[in-house]
């Protein structure tokens, strides 16, 4: 069964520190790529996505992922963390085929910024 | 303003009692989901609907049991709750016809069952 791996289960940073989250997928066929993103009190939301084209997505708030097919990856960075990111992230994939919009997430990282 | 309600937030009940948890949304979207979270574990897909009166089981098996008599609304029902049933429910909804649209979500019910 296709499966989302999140390394990072927990992560502390200081502000302007950079950040980069590993995700890697079991699927072996096309796939579309997700971020979701919870802030404390707020609702999951999407971070960005990739679904075909350039490997390298801009999301909001100045995060970006890159897609590497042969690693089965789709890691999150961000250059300068701030306070503000403080939250919980998922990583989460649909299978390219068909249309069921399906989503298999990863177990989430816990991100903590110190001011 | 479009957006995705869940009722009630929160909710602590006895062995045996039915629930059924709401879901409504305001966008129109014909696909809305039902996912599992247990606390720092990942989201679990039980229960999807892509339109009325459609409804499937998802790949977490699941005593809940939905139905999709509106489009606007996804009632998650289940019938004997136990200490197991313990989670975080978040319903999810997607417009358009393709896969790469965002799935919004909910604000979530997190149940406990004593």
């Known amino acids: 069964a296709q499966s989302v791996s999140q390394h990072n289960h927990h992560v502390i940073l200081s502000e302007a520190a950079s950040l980069e989250l590993g995700c890697n997928y079991s699927?072996?066929?096309?796939?579309?790529l997700f971020w979701y993103v919870q802030y404390p009190g707020q609702h999951l939301q999407l971070l960005l996505k990739?679904?075909?084209?350039?490997?390298l997505v801009k999301g909001i708030k100045g995060f970006e992922a890159e897609f590497i097919k042969s690693k089965f990856s789709f890691n999150l960075r961000k250059p300068s963390v701030q306070w503000s990111d403080t939250a919980e992230y998922f990583c989460a994939v649909t299978q390219g085929s068909g249309n069921t919009g399906k989503l298999i997430f990863g177990q989430g990282t816990t991100l903590q910024v110190k001011p | 303003e479009a957006d995705i309600y869940q009722t009630p937030r929160y909710l602590v009940i006895g062995t045996g009692k039915k629930i059924t948890l709401e879901c409504s949304q305001t966008?129109?979207?014909?696909?809305m989901y039902w996912y599992q979270q247990d606390p720092g574990m990942e989201l679990h897909l039980i229960h999807y609907?892509?339109?009325?009166?459609?409804?499937e089981k998802g790949d977490l098996s699941s005593e809940s049991t939905v139905s999709r008599i509106r489009t606007e609304h996804f009632p998650l029902t289940l019938e004997s709750a136990r200490p197991s049933h313990t989670s975080q429910y978040l319903c999810?909804?997607?417009?358009?016809?393709?896969?790469?649209?965002?799935?919004?979500f909910g604000p979530g019910t997190r149940l406990t069952v004593l």
């Open positions: 699927y072996g066929g096309t796939v579309n």
């Open positions: 990739y679904f075909s084209g350039d490997p």
């Open positions: 966008m129109g979207h014909d696909k």
């Open positions: 609907s892509y339109g009325v009166n459609s409804t």
């Open positions: 999810a909804s997607q417009g358009g016809g393709s896969q790469h649209n965002e799935q919004f």
